[in-house]
């Protein structure tokens, strides 16, 4: 019963390509996450939404756009991939009356 | 600039016993505190949570400790299991859903 999913597991780039990483949720919640894992910096937020059409930025933003045209669908973009994007990318949903996010199992990205 | 400090960065724990990972905050804003578990290949899922107004939640053999004061938070885990073995991550909510988290800690617990 996948609730999150995240259509590329692994993907391997060269700088200065534009990146698409698709999330789509069968849960109906509103808020949706993009948050990159690093080793020794756990997750950080890079862009969030609570409604189509609606994106507001996160802690780390730089190098990142997203959208969201439906309300499942929550995408993120890279304009002009670089090495330092080499990441796990995890998209999320969040049910605003537990609190409780629900992640997907990842997109692992390398940037040549 | 790390808003939650979590340590140790990894652990090994003899299987039956007590695995402890302590997280510390400083915004005071923050009102409800979740550990995530992620096992290799997965996304985090929620394991347990608590809120500020309560100094401890036990699930099973999974405890959060709370010291609102201490602004300090702590997750014990009891009898630990070979299967316990994961990374394990505290983390914040500063309102909307949107999480901040710790670095996370590697656990091996040895059977």
């Known amino acids: 019963d996948v609730k999150v999913t995240q259509s590329s597991r692994y993907l391997v780039k060269r700088t200065g390509e534009k990146v698409f990483l698709e999330c789509v949720q069968d849960?109906?919640?509103?808020?949706m996450f993009w948050y990159r894992q690093d080793p020794g910096l756990g997750l950080r937020l890079i862009y969030f939404?609570?409604?189509?059409?609606?994106?507001e930025k996160g802690d780390i933003p730089e190098g990142y756009s997203v959208s969201r045209e439906k309300k499942e669908r929550f995408s993120l973009i890279l304009e002009s991939a670089s090495t330092n994007q080499t990441s796990m990318y995890l998209c999320?949903?969040?049910?605003?009356?537990?609190?409780?996010?629900?992640f997907g199992e990842g997109s692992r990205l390398t940037v040549l | 600039q790390q808003q939650v400090k979590q340590s140790p960065q990894s652990l090994i724990v003899q299987k039956g016993g007590i695995s402890i990972i302590n997280c510390a905050y400083e915004?005071?804003?923050?009102?409800?505190f979740p550990w995530y578990q992620q096992f290799p290949g997965k996304g985090p899922a929620l394991l347990i949570a608590?809120?500020?107004?309560?100094s401890e939640k036990k699930e099973g053999r999974f405890t959060i400790s709370f010291n609102k004061s201490a602004k300090q938070f702590s997750l014990h885990i009891m009898d630990s299991q070979p299967g316990d073995s994961a990374t394990y991550f505290c983390?914040?909510?500063?309102?909307?859903?949107?999480?901040?988290f710790g670095a996370g800690t590697i656990l091996r617990v040895k059977s």
């Open positions: 999320a949903n969040g049910d605003h009356n537990t609190g409780e996010l629900f």
């Open positions: 849960m109906d919640h509103e808020n």
């Open positions: 939404s609570y409604d189509v059409k609606m994106k």
């Open positions: 915004n005071t804003a923050f009102d409800y």
């Open positions: 608590i809120r500020p107004d309560v």
């Open positions: 983390a914040a909510e500063r309102g909307g859903n949107k999480l901040v």
